[in-house]
């Protein structure tokens, strides 16, 4: 698969991207408000010319958060046929404030400690999540194009809504960062006193506090974008830090061990690569030819914990019906099949061929 896309934005992300899709064969243009970063971009073979390209079929916007959203509406007018998603995790403040079918709220689920184009890399998304958002507007045929795009790019497409999306990378991203900026920063300040405490500060501490090394001009956006969300597992956090106290103090083993034991199980349980060709069905589903339907079974998917690896949309000869091609794991075919039926759908499955 290849084509032409811009990429709005050369830093990190958004030169990842520019790399991985030359690598892929596209023709890349680049649009950044800091020319000098964006002619180190061309020196490096980030991008492959400069300014908005009309013929553009992809457009990912990945500026600041703050900032997504009009440059979403830019790119939308620069190129009048091309679809445009974004790089952004908060969603719902640029989901609700573009209302065009050709935009499909978007979050790579990737990153560097590195920052700017020297962290970026063609294989910064292969075997990591990509959330795909789209909104109440977003088209199907916008839908499954930017989803095949990223895919090509070796990542797994994961479909929430918006603020779903926004509340579930409050735990698994904004407040974990806080968290470990908060850790760090107490060390530092511990180390004034006691000379070796950051000398000390090896395996796990470093491990928990890798992301506080991460760009901080990002942040207190992103904070602003996601105050609601992230202050409500702040709030969860606060309470299970003063259980965690009182079993300390109390010298509660039980407890403690119940913890530890519950949470060691969770992670070791973290899903991690993808099943072989052979472990693999096809569920077909046949759809009103309607807006918003590839979305709402896409979505349906991720709520029921069923990753799909390839998606396809069909239409009928006549127009008014179409059928979804969706390859899921062997195992999760049932529950698939009963999450659609319940909502009406009539779906049918059998061996990949």
């Known amino acids: 698969m290849s084509g032409r896309a811009t990429v709005v934005g050369v830093g990190l992300i958004g ?8 690598e892929r064969g596209w023709h890349v243009s680049g649009v950044d408000s800091d020319e000098a970063r964006l002619a180190t ?6 991008v ?5 390209d009309p013929a ?3 457009t990912f916007v990945a500026t600041p958060v703050a900032h997504i959203a009009d440059a979403v509406r830019e790119a939308l007018a620069a190129s009048p046929s091309g679809l445009v998603t974004d790089v952004g ?3 719902v403040p640029v989901v609700s404030g573009v209302d065009d079918p050709r935009f499909v709220g978007g979050h790579p689920m990737a990153g560097s400690e590195q920052d700017g184009l020297e962290g970026a890399a063609a294989d910064m998304f292969v075997d990591t999540n990509w959330v795909l958002t789209p909104g109440d507007a977003t088209d199907d045929a916008s839908f499954a194009r930017v989803r095949t795009t990223v895919a090509s790019l070796g990542a797994e497409v994961v479909t929430l809504s918006p603020d779903r999306h926004d509340a579930l990378v409050a735990l698994v991203s904004h407040v974990p960062h806080l968290t470990a900026a908060t850790l760090m920063g107490l060390a530092a300040a511990r180390s004034e006193e006691h000379y070796a405490v950051l000398r000390l500060a090896a395996g796990g501490f470093r491990d928990m506090t890798r992301v506080a090394a991460g760009h901080p001009g990002i942040w207190p956006d992103i904070c ?8 409500e597992v702040l709030d969860d956090l606060i309470a299970a830090l003063g259980v965690v106290r009182r079993e300390v103090v109390d010298s509660d083993r039980d407890g403690l061990l119940d913890r530890l ?3 060691r199980a969770a992670r070791v349980s973290l899903p991690t690569g993808a099943p072989r060709p052979s472990e693999l069905a096809e569920v077909r589903v046949p759809i009103p030819d309607r807006h918003g339907e590839l979305a709402a079974i896409a979505t349906l998917a991720t709520e029921l914990d069923v990753n799909i690896y390839d998606l396809e949309i069909a ?7 179409g059928v979804v091609l969706l390859i899921v794991e062997t195992g999760l075919v049932e529950r698939l099949k009963g999450g659609l039926m319940a909502k009406g759908y009539r779906p049918t499955s059998g061996p990949l061929t």
């Open 48 to 52: 492959d010319s400069a300014g908005w």
């Open 15 to 22: 030169g990842s991207i520019g790399l991985a899709l030359r």
């Open 56 to 58: 553009a079929e992809v």
């Open 315 to 321: 239409h009928s000869a006549e127009g008014d019906r």
């Open 41 to 46: 971009a061309l020196e490096m073979g980030v």
């Open 261 to 263: 034991e519950t949470a």
């Open 224 to 231: 602003a974008e996601n105050s609601h969300a992230i202050a």
């Open 89 to 91: 995790s908060v969603k």
